[in-house]
């Protein structure tokens, strides 16, 4: 075999970092890119608001790897080999300065996600990478020692694949046909529909810590132990969103999919404060500023004014109540809305700066030293096709670096067990 041919189905974060590094590490392969859509790197445009949230500031890969529900075990090794530091020091190589941001984030200085994306594509370029967009594979299958893929209106023979199809569809369905299982994929990053819309009102209105827990029929073991997040929370017109939520939908995944995302949520709105603290806060405005009305007066600074107001309603208690006035009654009920309260969720809405799902080819058919497929020789998996997802973050484009580096270590090697 003078000349190596690899075929990226793909072109992701995780496709391209993985033919960037076969093509440095390889120099004698001949790498074909073919992406879908029109362009690639659709989803590294849009991560982060459009900004590109490039990657998490934490370098030990035990915490690391306990920031994905779905794949953690394997990544924790994975992550020794590529992680947060090293993409840093990648893309420091190719020009790009990176800044962490408070809640340790990663994005590009710029704040624009084109940085990235441009940095990638004449990283592939000048590694003689060919990229062909708008080459929508629907089949794959063997062809003596190599594969035959398939797309409209075209062909290509080549000796090895590198399958970073992400959570289209298609790749699952090419996975497939080449011999692998599927764990059903779900969705895993997603807000939560509550119908009120009296809360629908406050859309906008935003907590720093809030503290959420599913009060939903029983779930599994790993899913009890985060049925409760604690965090920020936006207020939307269609309910809650916000990292807390994402959290929990991403935890909750398979459990929320089998309830078919209906349930019940508890909403501590003051999580810093405690019910204790508060009812003691509570009782000392009723004798301190007993003349104020409940409406001008919030018990807490932190509280919103807009969701104060909310919360009074929602206990049926008149703004123009004075606190002094307040009965024993209507300062439980007060407390149970700040602290308790409880909504129906009545399905799942979209994030859409991140779609991510859980499921995928099985970690048990793959060999994650080289990213090798244990079913298929000559094929390799990167990225979201294999059933790992990761927090809101940096977390998902994390993994997708470390598998697709993984990837382009092995992809050249004469002996695929290498």
Known sequence: ???????????????????????????????????????????????????????????????????????????????????????????????????TEPDG????????????????????????????????????????????????????????????????????????QLGHRLIPPVPALFTLHIPDPALWALAGVSLPQVRLKWLGEELPR?????????????????????????????????????????GQLQVHWLPAWGRQKLYEQCQLLRTQVAAKTLGNYRPVRELPQRLWHYLLAC????????????????????????TAKVYPVTGKGIFKEEFVTCGGVPWGEVDSRTMHSRVCPGLYLAGEVLDMDGLTGGFNLQAAWTTGWIAGQALGARDENA
């Not at 080459?135 to 694949?161: A, N, P, S, Y």
């Not at 132990?225 to 929370?233: F, I, N, P, S, Y």
């Not at 123009?320 to 009654?329: A, Y």
């Open 1 to 99: 075999m003078s000349e190596m041919h690899i075929a990226v189905v793909g072109g992701g974060a995780a496709g391209f970092f993985g033919a960037i590094q076969a093509a440095r590490q390889f120099p004698q392969l001949r790498i074909t890119i073919l992406e879908a859509l029109p362009q690639p790197l659709t989803k590294v445009r849009i991560s982060g608001g459009g900004r590109c949230n490039v990657t998490h500031h934490c370098f030990d890969p035990l915490l690391l790897s306990q920031h994905y529900p779905r794949g953690g075990q394997v990544l924790r090794g994975l992550l020794t080999r590529f992680q947060p530091r090293d993409v840093l020091a990648w893309f420091a190589q190719e020009g790009v300065t990176l800044k």
């Open 222 to 262: 790993l899913a009890q132990k985060h049925r409760e997040q604690q965090g920020a929370l936006l207020i939307t017109h269609w309910g809650l969103s916000g990292p807390v939520v994402l959290r929990l939908s991403s935890w909750l995944a398979r459990s929320l999919h089998s309830c078919q995302y209906q």
């Open 315 to 338: 206990a049926h208690i008149p703004q123009q109540r004075r606190w002094g006035e307040l009965s024993g009654r209507e300062l439980e009920q007060l407390l149970l809305q700040m």
């Open 105 to 176: 984030r990663i994005f590009p200085c710029s704040d624009d996600s084109s940085t990235i994306t441009t940095a990638l594509v004449r990283a592939a370029q000048r590694a003689k990478i060919t990229i062909q967009n708008q080459h929508k594979i629907h089949t794959i299958r063997r062809q003596g020692d190599g594969f035959h893929l398939e797309w409209l209106g075209g062909g290509l023979t080549c000796d090895r694949v590198l399958l970073a199809t992400g959570s289209n569809p298609v790749g699952y369905a090419i996975a497939t």
